[in-house]
């Protein structure tokens, strides 16, 4: 084990880019653009064929939170639902469908729902950059989160090859629970 400083670590830096661990997120405008509508294009065409049949915008989210619809796509349903009628919405709450009532959503937020005329005026005609801006737009956050994962496994590595006889460290190295604190390992 390296020798442990009586001088604060951080009064050692003197350039703080040079603590700084850098990972790269990958895909940038434009690369991002035709891998977006790929992803997403489906989707953004069953949203509006929905928008065409909804009575309401209420009626609309709906009939996004159905078991009916499989889960990657339903939650697809839902960015758009967020980004194109209720900004409020918090997709990670609308996904539960099992836990919140859509009845609960448009009580709370409906206010903030765009009418379903003003949705089916714009979704009339899908045109190629609509769908494209539509689609980046959605899979802004697609890799929020990725780089924290990268981190943290990075540090898992370091954290066992230095104090592998002494400590043990637990915990997701990606996505996951969190080991709450004081919880004991059986």
Sequence with gaps: MAPVSSEPFL???????????AIDSGLRFPESVPVMREKYEEAIRQFAALIVIASSSADLLD???????????????????????????????TKKIATYTTQS?????GSTFKPISK??????????????????SIGEYDNRGKQGYVLASQFFDWFEAHFKDHLIIEG??????????GRTRH
């Excluded at 949705?119 to 980046?136: D, G, H, K, R, Y």
Aim: glycine share 4%; aromatic share 6%; with cysteine.
């Design 119 to 136: 949705l089916q005026e714009q979704f009339a005609e899908l045109t190629s950059e609509f769908i494209s801006v539509l689609a980046v």
């Design 63 to 93: 009939r996004i939170r159905t078991p009916q619809i499989p889960a990657d796509r339903r939650m697809a349903l839902l960015k758009l639902f967020r980004r194109c009628v209720s900004g409020v919405c918090d997709t990670e709450a």
């Design 172 to 181: 997701p190295r990606g996505a996951g629970r969190d080991v709450e604190p």
């Design 11 to 21: 009064v050692t830096v003197t350039d703080p880019h040079s603590v700084i661990t």
């Design 105 to 109: 959503f448009v009580e709370n937020y």
